[in-house]
């Protein structure tokens, strides 16, 4: 046991001398300094900094989301698919229930749990374009909820993991995502300057996507302390609550993806599946089978136009694609890094085809099916019933998933689950998160020290403490554009590389239908030959 201690902080001692470590570390410091001694300015600054990338910026998310989808969807059609992401003859590391446990609850679990009610509401009551408050606003609400959380966002973490498996598994570099642009960057590269700036990039990028999600994560399990037992849900609960979770979160990590990441990834989706079917079992259920089956039509059938869509000549509503589409494409871009490298970690075996559509149509289904559960059952209570949802929402988001709970039976049950679902899915986040960390800052290592990633996971925490108290949701949605946009350009060049790539395999007829073409008709020619 002491060797193994000793080893590991001799890899930390390590790590620690490298570029992409005391830089990255460096600037977190410097950002968490900053934010807490000049916190008025701070918060000044935070949003300010909101209103200039919106407005010159939030165009590129909505081409760079669009064009990133139609590449993975290009991959999967094509006979590039066919490779896979390691040797031909490897399987997949994890089972498929395992890894599509571990992927969704790093990619969106909190982020469930936080907008399953609250987004459709603010939809109802701020649509895209028309009047608020009629039917024609609550299947718009729930068609846009499906958009957000649709096959955009999985595309988005599909580019990086895909790259990233392929450079690192199939062409043997190491899993950093400097890796990725090996074919512009050479060896030298990507363990040169330019790989240092795309690895500490991905960083900081990480560390505000998360940071975002935690800090949601943080104000929902303050809402259940409040919907519980009238706790203010205030910055102090907040502190306290992310002090807690981070421990919990470090000594998760500290156990690695095999047992703490992964026990905990699969007990939290068995739990969130039997919240969702209780509710649609005591809530509306013939109408959330309807509004499922509408949403899903209305989101095919404008599934084009939503995704350029920016009210260029401002016919809709003002301000209503900055604060949500163009919010989202790069908090999912934000989230790319840390996401993309962890299901990177966890594919290998897979080939393109198969990761491309677990990766994106499965999750997809599964945030569809969520929202038309949580979110229906709330737009129903709002439009047919008595309302009151809206005005909870409205006055505090992280309290809508509660509200909606504590209406059924058993409803501070119901809300004790979800809060432990909140919690463990915090954790998962934080822990894939600095194990991420720890790979990008210890030259790719698969498995960084224990030591490593509990740096990361404090300053992880910090991070989040820091944005919540400059102002909250505003600043952590801030913190996504700020962390998104720099990595947006990196992943246009990853796509360019990983194509680039797969086409020089094409080329040389190693893809496996190739190769076993040719094995089959060298075969054809022995067998003639011996007779």
């Known amino acids: 046991m002491q060797d193994d201690e000793k080893k590991g902080l001799s890899t930390f001692r390590e790590a620690a001398r ?29 949003a300010n900094t909101f209103d200039w990338m919106v407005g010159y910026l939030g165009w590129t998310f909505i081409l760079g989301g669009s064009v990133f989808l139609i590449m993975i969807v290009y991959l999967i059609l094509s006979p590039l698919g066919e490779i896979k992401l390691g040797e031909d003859d490897e399987e997949p590391a994890y089972s498929n229930k395992a890894w599509l446990a571990m ?112 800090g949601m994560g943080v104000m929902q399990i303050g809402g259940g302390l409040e919907t519980l037992f009238g706790m203010p849900n205030n910055p102090v609960l907040w502190l306290t609550i992310i002090v807690v979770v981070s421990i919990l979160a470090i000594i998760s990590t500290t156990t690695g993806i095999d047992r703490g ?15 969702m079917l209780l509710v649609f079992v005591l809530g509306p259920t013939l109408f959330i089978l309807n509004l499922f089956t509408h949403s899903l039509g209305g989101y095919l059938q404008n599934l084009i136009g939503m995704s350029f869509a920016i009210d260029a000549a401002g016919a809709g509503t003002p301000g209503w694609y900055q604060s949500w589409t163009i919010f989202y494409w790069a908090w999912w871009i934000a989230w790319a890094p840390f996401v993309g490298s962890f299901i990177a970690r966890v594919s290998r075996g897979r080939t393109i085809r198969s990761f491309a559509i677990g990766v994106m149509v499965i999750p997809t289904i599964i945030s569809m099916v969520w929202f038309s559960v949580f979110g229906g059952a709330a737009l129903y209570m709002e439009h047919f019933g008595g309302g009151g949802l809206a005005e909870i929402v409205a006055a505090d988001e992280a309290l809508g998933f509660f509200a909606l709970l504590s209406q059924f039976p058993l409803g501070s049950v119901l809300v004790a689950i979800a809060m432990v679902s909140v919690a463990v899915f915090f954790i998962t986040s934080s822990d894939s998160g600095t194990y991420v960390i720890g790979m990008l800052t210890s030259r790719g290592n698969p498995n960084p020290p224990w030591a490593l990633r509990v740096t990361w996971g404090a300053l992880e925490g910090a991070f989040a403490a820091v944005l919540i108290m400059a102002g909250g949701l505003g600043a952590l949605q801030t913190a996504s554009i700020v962390g998104g946009f720099p990595f947006m350009i990196i992943m246009f060049l990853m796509l360019y590389c990983l194509f680039k790539a797969l086409f020089e395999e094409l080329r040389e007829g190693s893809l496996p239908v190739e190769r076993a073409r040719i094995k089959a008709a060298i075969d054809d020619l022995r067998r003639e030959r011996q007779l």
């Not at 392929?166 to 642009?181: D, E, H, I, N, Q």
């Not at 026990?263 to 039997?274: F, H």
């Open 18 to 46: 490298t570029i992409p470590f005391k830089v990255s570390l460096s600037i977190a410091v410097v950002f968490v300094a900053i934010g807490i001694i000049f916190r008025e300015p701070f918060e000044i600054f935070v």
């Open 103 to 214: 992927l969704f609850s790093a990619g969106m679990g909190i982020g469930l749990l936080f907008w399953g009610v609250s987004e459709p509401i603010w939809h109802y009551m701020w649509p895209a374009a028309g009047e608020a408050d009629t039917a024609a606003a609550l299947h718009k609400a729930m068609r846009y909820s499906f958009f957000h959380w649709g096959l955009h966002s999985w595309a988005i973490y599909a580019v990086v993991a895909g790259s990233l498996a392929y450079f690192s598994y199939r062409k043997g570099l190491p899993m950093l995502l400097s890796s990725t642009l090996y074919p512009i960057l050479g060896r030298r590269g990507i363990e040169g300057g330019w790989g240092h700036a795309v690895n500490i990039i991905a960083v900081l990028a990480t560390l505000f996507g998360i940071a975002t999600s935690l």
């Open 261 to 275: 990441i992964k026990w905990l990834s699969q007990t939290n989706i068995i739990v969130a599946a039997l919240l």
